[in-house]
């Protein structure tokens, strides 16, 4: 694989290299650039030590949801084989939206960086810090559209197989979440 200097990734799939645990990650960006700063997160993700990436969406434009006065967001899921923990993980993930200047003024706010840890497999848990799988993963298009993309095998507890999951949302109220694929 080669990096370019614009923060771009040329192949879809991007490391066979594998570590003890697969995760994925959800990505979202609606200020200073968006598409640069969700690009440069998956270069931020491939450089996180015992981290590869392994596999990254397309780009989805998606209209913000809860604070509507606020630009769309690009968002994408990343799949990643690490031997860091969930908390190491997610520590990590947090650092890199501080790294990007992101900055929680209120619940929903716009953001140049967000990075969710969606689902460590074979862990479940719930904790003041973390909650595994991600709760609320399943009500957003935005996640679900990309994570079918990348994951089409996928089975989350509780729902099942993420394509037939993102086959009966784009059925109902989460349809009219006004995502949009980039091409």
């Given at each position: 694989?080669?990096?370019?200097?614009?923060?771009?990734?040329?192949?879809?799939?991007?490391?066979?290299?594998?570590?003890?645990?697969?995760?994925?990650?959800?990505?979202?960006?609606?200020?200073?650039?968006?598409?640069?700063?969700?690009?440069?997160?998956?270069?931020?993700?491939?450089?996180?030590?015992?981290?590869?990436?392994?596999?990254?969406?397309?780009?989805?434009?998606?209209?913000?949801?809860?604070?509507?006065?606020q630009p769309?967001?690009?968002?994408?899921?990343?799949?990643?084989?690490?031997?860091?923990?969930?908390?190491?993980?997610?520590?990590?993930?947090l650092?890199?939206?501080?790294?990007?200047?992101?900055?929680?003024?209120?619940?929903?706010?716009?953001?140049?960086?967000?990075?969710d840890?969606?689902?460590?497999?074979?862990?479940?848990?719930?904790?003041?810090?973390?909650?595994?799988?991600?709760?609320?993963?399943?009500?957003?298009?935005?996640?679900?559209?990309?994570?079918?993309?990348?994951?089409?095998?996928?089975?989350?507890?509780?729902?099942g197989?993420?394509?037939?999951?993102?086959?009966?949302?784009?059925?109902?109220?989460?349809?009219?979440?006004?995502?949009?694929?980039?091409?």
């Amino acid at each position: 694989m080669q990096e370019s200097n614009d923060a771009t990734l040329d192949d879809k799939t991007l490391s066979r290299k594998s570590f003890a645990h697969t995760a994925f990650v959800a990505l979202g960006s609606n200020l200073q650039d968006p598409v640069l700063q969700v690009k440069k997160a998956f270069l931020a993700l491939k450089n996180l030590p015992q981290t590869n990436l392994i596999k990254t969406s397309s780009l989805y434009c998606t209209a913000p949801i809860g604070y509507q006065s606020q630009p769309d967001f690009i968002n994408a899921v990343v799949q990643i084989s690490t031997d860091l923990s969930p908390f190491d993980l997610l520590d990590a993930l947090l650092n890199i939206e501080l790294l990007a200047g992101r900055d929680r003024p209120f619940a929903n706010a716009p953001r140049v960086l967000d990075c969710d840890l969606l689902i460590y497999v074979g862990v479940t848990m719930n904790t003041v810090k973390l909650t595994l799988p991600h709760s609320r993963m399943c009500e957003r298009a935005f996640v679900l559209l990309p994570l079918a993309e990348i994951a089409p095998d996928l089975c989350l507890e509780k729902h099942g197989n993420v394509v037939k999951l993102k086959d009966l949302i784009q059925n109902s109220a989460v349809q009219n979440q006004g995502i949009k694929k980039l091409a």
